[in-house]
T-cell receptor, first 115, second 111 residues
Framework: DAGVIQSPRHEVTEMGQEVTLRCKPI?????LFWYRQTMMRGLELLIY????????DSGMPEDRFSAKMPNASFSTLKIQPSEPRDSAVYFC?????????????FGEGSRLTVL | GQSLEQPSEVTAVEGAIVQINCTYQ??????LSWYQQHDGGAPTFLSY????GLEETGRFSSFLSRSDSYGYLLLQELQMKDSASYFC????????????FGKGTMLLVSP
């Protein structure tokens, strides 16, 4: 079974450019999470979808960030315009409703560098 | 909000036993999870405790004391490949529960 698939794995862009990160959750999982990881702040939850509906977006830093989940097998995280402080590793994770409360399946992450 | 405290770094030698502690402050606590992450790769799930006591999975065990808001991850028979970052994470009561992660503990295993 394929795990959570994220693309791109690495992105280098210039300040002001639009960035779109993509995620394909594990088939059958109905919850999807976007996390951001930096040395200073660790793993931070950005947004959480359940059955394609955004449930908690309180972690989205500001209006420059937006996330969508148009169907059960695809989600995007968009940053427009990007800034150097957005440089981080962005992880997507999914969970089945039948799993234990603590088990998330993470993708390999998208490493974003904004110059 | 929630806060979690864990040591930033722990060192040990191969074959030894190491314990990584985690204390948390949160309302509506439901369970404590542990994750392993190698070199910035995907965090991978290790264990989960919702009830007080010890959960054992091979060389790894996890403990929870709800009354003390405290848990730990115990790694036995350490191997070089156990060098990684270890994160505790809390989940809250409620149907739509997310995970809040600690800052992580870097474990360095030396020969």
């Amino acid at each position: 079974d394929a795990g959570v698939i994220q693309s791109p794995r690495h992105e280098v862009t210039e300040m002001g450019q639009e960035v779109t990160l993509r995620c394909k959750p594990i088939s059958g999982h109905n919850s999807l999470f976007w996390y951001r990881q930096t040395m200073m702040r660790g793993l931070e939850l950005l947004i959480y979808f359940n059955n394609n509906v955004p449930i908690d977006d309180s972690g989205m830093p500001e209006d420059r960030f937006s996330a969508k989940m148009p169907n059960a097998s695809f989600s995007t995280l968009k940053i427009q315009p990007s800034e150097p402080r957005d440089s981080a590793v962005y992880f997507c994770a999914s969970r089945s409703s039948g799993s234990t409360g603590g088990e998330l399946f993470f993708g390999e992450g998208s490493r974003l560098t904004v110059l | 909000g929630q806060s979690l405290e864990q040591p930033s770094e722990v060192t040990a030698v191969e074959g030894a036993i190491v314990q990584i502690n985690c204390t948390y402050q949160t309302s509506g606590f439901y369970g404590l999870s542990w994750y392993q992450q190698h070199d910035g790769g995907a965090p991978t799930f290790l264990s989960y405790n919702a009830l007080d006591g010890l959960e054992e999975t091979g060389r790894f065990s996890s403990f929870l004391s709800r009354s003390d808001s405290y848990g730990y991850l115990l790694l036995q028979e350490l191997q070089m490949k156990d060098s990684a970052s270890y994160f505790c994470a809390v989940s809250l009561i409620g149907g739509y529960s997310t995970l809040t992660f600690g800052k992580g503990t870097m474990l360095l295993v030396s020969p």
